[in-house]
Structures are given as structure tokens and as C-alpha cells.
């Protein structure tokens, strides 16, 4: 793992709580953005914890400038904030990370969050799961019909796409689907590919933008009215 924060008492927290934890090593420790970018280029971790507000190069355009470097295995991006905003919940999403926690989230879930997202799912505290969706809701009109965008992608994969937004994990969608979860893995992984998507979460931002999946209440065409 790596940490980025530029607050040097909680870093050194959120360091030793993750030094004593099992099953997971800690490869670095980053001060800003920047220093997280070029220690995820030389270490290689599986998991940063990324606080968003930083000096210089913030957590939100770090994290995309690490996903986009991060070849065919990017590490999963775990943003961890003391601030529970829309604003930075959307943009974390379209940048590619894997979850959004709140800095007072007890250690224990933070510590079950890593090996979530470390586990390919992703993650997000419930009150910032429900004002996601009213966050679409108010601003994304969704688009009528399937958009041409998604043209290269098969019937099977659209479907497997559409449960992602849905918020299934991979066990609910596998029997939803009535596939094996290794195959709705790999269907995952070859629509995101298509895509150019580099996280889970990016594809849930894609199926709502997309209109794929419409917040309850809402049809496509509606301009984001019920």
C-alpha cells in the first residue's frame, strides 16, 4: 500500500494502523500528489489511500495521472477525505477511484474497505451512495437508447455493464445473469478494456451518463425530471 496525505500526524496514523495490520505491507508514504504519483511509478503498490485536498497536485488529478500510467494492472485507488462533498464524490468516480471513505471511518472498516477495493469491488460510505445518485439525477439527462459509444460492446457485456451501475457485486450479478463469476469477471474486464475505463467505479459513472442505468423515478429522455 501506499498512503498519500499531506497532514504528517494523521499520514503517520493511518501508516502505523495499516503497519500492524495483517496481510497488508506498506511500500510508501506521500506528502501530495505528486510525490504519490512518482512513488506509484518506483513502488508499484496494489492499494493507495488518497486524501483528496493536498497542495500542488490535488488527490483527484493525482489519481487519474496514476490510473492512466498504471498499464494493464493500475493500483486501486482508496480516496479517504474529511470531506463529504458531492463535488468530490463525482469527481473521484470519473477519475477511477475504487472508493471514498470519510476520515472519521473507524479502523476497522477502513481496513476491511483496502482489502475490498484491493479485491477488485468497489466501495462507498452508505450517506455518500445515496447523495450519488441524486447527484446524477440532478445533472445527467440521460441519453434515449443505447449511444453509439457502446456500439463495440456485446449484448452479454452491455448486460454486465448495466449491473455494475446497479451496485451488484460480482457474486449478485453472476447469479443474476446465470453465469459463473470468474465468467462475468472476464466480461468485466473485456467491456472495460473496450471502453478505456480503469476502475469499477468508472463504469458506474459510464452506465449513468450512458443512461444504461436511470435513478429510480427518472426515464430515459427526461432531462433528468420524473
Not at 52 to 72: F, S, V
Amino acid at each position: 500500500m501506499l498512503v498519500a496525505d499531506d497532514q504528517d500526524l494523521i499520514r503517520a496514523g493511518l501508516v502505523s494502523l495499516l503497519r500492524n495490520a495483517s496481510g497488508i505491507e506498506v511500500v510508501g508514504e506521500a506528502a501530495g500528489g505528486e510525490e504519490a504519483v512518482a512513488l506509484c511509478a518506483s513502488t508499484g503498490p496494489d492499494v493507495v489511500l488518497m486524501d483528496i485536498l493536498m497542495p500542488g497536485t490535488d488527490g483527484i488529478a493525482a489519481t487519474k495521472r496514476i490510473l492512466t500510467a498504471g498499464g494493464d494492472t493500475p493500483p486501486r485507488v482508496l480516496v479517504l477525505t474529511t470531506f463529504d462533498l458531492d463535488e468530490y464524490v463525482y469527481n473521484a468516480l470519473r477519475a477511477g477511484a475504487s472508493g471514498f471513505l470519510l476520515k472519521d471511518t473507524p479502523p476497522q472498516r477502513l481496513l476491511t474497505a483496502i482489502f475490498t477495493v484491493a479485491g477488485g469491488d468497489m466501495l462507498f460510505a452508505p450517506s455518500v451512495v445515496r447523495r450519488l445518485v441524486e447527484v446524477y439525477a440532478e445533472h445527467v439527462a440521460p441519453q434515449a437508447g443505447i449511444p453509439a459509444e457502446l456500439g463495440k460492446l456485446t449484448n452479454r457485456e452491455l448486460e454486465v455493464v448495466r449491473a455494475v451501475g446497479l451496485g451488484m457485486s460480482n457474486k449478485e450479478a453472476a447469479a443474476q445473469l446465470m453465469i459463473a463469476e470468474g465468467t462475468f469477471k472476464t466480461h468485466l474486464n473485456r467491456a472495460m478494456t473496450k471502453l478505456g475505463l480503469n476502475s469499477r467505479a468508472q463504469v458506474v459513472v459510464m452506465a449513468y451518463e450512458f443512461g444504461i442505468v436511470v435513478p429510480q423515478g427518472l426515464h430515459p429522455g427526461s432531462g433528468g425530471k420524473p
